[in-house]
């Protein structure tokens, strides 16, 4: 009898698929529809086992933060302290020198992408890369009154910006400010600040009427000019008023999420407790004493939908909903975190939702379940009572399709890493779904 029972057996279908949380002693109720692990295992829509395929190597060595925006035919990634493109033919191209291993984080707004590592970052177009917003100037110029110009007697103020060969305009700080004392007086401006990167070639100089608050915009030099006059016909002359002034630039940072026509981000010389966002429509800019919404603790995700985005922080998660920050609502969806890394998006259909949910967010709650979120804000976990991993300090996830088989593929990171950067209890996981179930 022990012999028969030792000897191979011919498997049937498990369309359960796996589950760990069930008593061994229970599975055999299952009449084989679970499996308890399956290493190297994909499951059909039917539950039949196959060996899952080898690999391809396409780039050799350590790589990281490998993204690609939705339904894209071409990702990113970082490999030996390069930003490297990867594109659906497996050819690998390199786009920029990058540090070698701190994470980089992406977002993609109106065709553009924007990256950054907490130290460094950039925009990457159809034109290239660049410079993620521009410098501001170190200060004002220094004011002088003099005796010609034709000025009004009172008080003027002035401010510079650069402005890069784009277009594109810095913030700046508190105006200068200089009384010219009798009718007739001008303003000598001087010791102008200059640019340090080669990518600006305008400095912007604003002024105020007389006494006025309101700086507009009196005349454009070329980057290089340290000294100017303002007076009468300048003032005449007067643009656009400055909109940028008070912004600042957009600082590196360790989270980065696009969202109606704004960058969130929150930076890396944070304590993380508070998500900034960038100007509208001004993804270089922003502005640190008003665009902000403070959060119940440091942020470890952000996943942006539809409605509203995602907010995972080290142990809630929460929906946030509205377009400016200060009148967002925010609501407290879970007492649960996100392990960091690992929320994404996939398409919708792959869970069977209706047209409506083009995409729906997935990510690894704290409390060791995959967790699926909606356009409008509603979560649903996915593996309770099926599936359960222990906490993990980070990790990735990604959608794959192969041969007719949906997997939502984890790649989980335990708490205490090695020098390979994984730790003893990492491990990879592949939830498949099939026909909107989760098996």
């Known amino acids: 009898m022990r012999e028969a029972r ?43 086992p196959h060996r899952r395929g080898g690999y ?49 984080r992406f977002a993609e707004s109106a065709g553009q992408v924007f990256g950054s590592n907490g130290a460094a970052q950039f925009v990457l177009d159809a034109d290239g890369i660049r410079p993620w917003g521009v410098e501001a100037p170190a200060g004002q ?3 002088t009154a003099t005796a010609v110009g034709g000025l009004r007697a009172g008080r003027y103020q002035v401010a510079v910006t650069f402005v890069d060969g784009r ?60 000294a100017a006059s303002i007076g009468a016909a300048e003032l005449a002359q007067q643009g656009r008023p400055i909109w940028t002034q008070f912004c600042e630039r957009v600082p590196p940072s360790r989270l980065l999420m696009a969202y109606r026509g704004r960058i969130w981000f929150v930076p890396d010389d944070s304590d993380g407790t508070r998500l900034y966002c960038s100007l509208p429509l001004q993804p270089g800019l922003y502005r640190p004493d008003q665009g902000y919404l403070p959060m119940p603790g440091p942020v470890a995700d952000l996943v942006p939908m539809l409605d509203g985005f995602f907010v995972g922080t080290d142990r809630q998660t929460l929906w946030v909903a509205g377009d400016e920050p200060a009148t967002m609502t925010r609501r407290t ?5 996100m392990v960091p890394g690992t929320a994404t998006r996939i398409r919708g259909a792959v869970f069977g939702a209706d047209a409506s949910q083009v995409m729906s967010a997935v990510w690894w709650s704290t409390n060791g379940e995959l967790i699926r979120g909606d356009a409008s804000g509603a979560m649903s976990p996915v593996t309770r009572g099926r599936y359960a991993l222990p906490g993990y300090s980070g990790g990735a996830v990604l959608h794959r399709e192969v041969d007719g088989i949906s997997q939502i593929v984890s790649a989980l990171a335990g ?11 990492d491990r990879a996981v592949a939830e498949v779904v099939r026909n909107g179930i989760t098996i």
């Open 415 to 425: 708490p205490k890493a090695s020098a390979s950067g994984f730790g003893a209890r």
């Open 6 to 48: 030792n000897r191979p057996q011919r498997l049937g279908r498990w369309p359960a698929g796996a589950n760990n949380v069930a008593d061994l002693r229970s599975l055999e109720s299952f009449e084989r529809r679970a499996v308890r692990t399956a290493e190297n295992i994909d499951f059909d829509e039917t539950g039949r």
């Open 56 to 104: 391809t190597l396409l780039s050799a060595g350590a790589a990281h933060s490998l993204w690609a925006p939705d339904d894209s035919p071409w990702g990113l990634f970082v490999q030996a302290g390069e930003l490297r493109r990867l594109d659906d033919t497996g050819e690998v191209t390199t786009v920029a020198m990058v540090h070698p291993s701190r994470p980089m």
């Open 141 to 143: 110029p220094t004011l």
């Open 333 to 337: 969806l879970d007492a649960h975190g």
């Open 167 to 226: 277009g594109e305009e810095s913030g700046t700080g508190k105006a200068s400010v200089v009384e010219v004392p009798a009718d007739g007086g001008g303003v000598a401006v001087s010791a102008i600040p200059q640019p340090a990167s080669a990518s600006v070639d305008t400095i912007r100089v604003y002024a105020s009427p007389t006494d006025g608050e309101m700086l507009y915009q009196v005349m454009d030099l070329p980057a290089g000019a340290t």
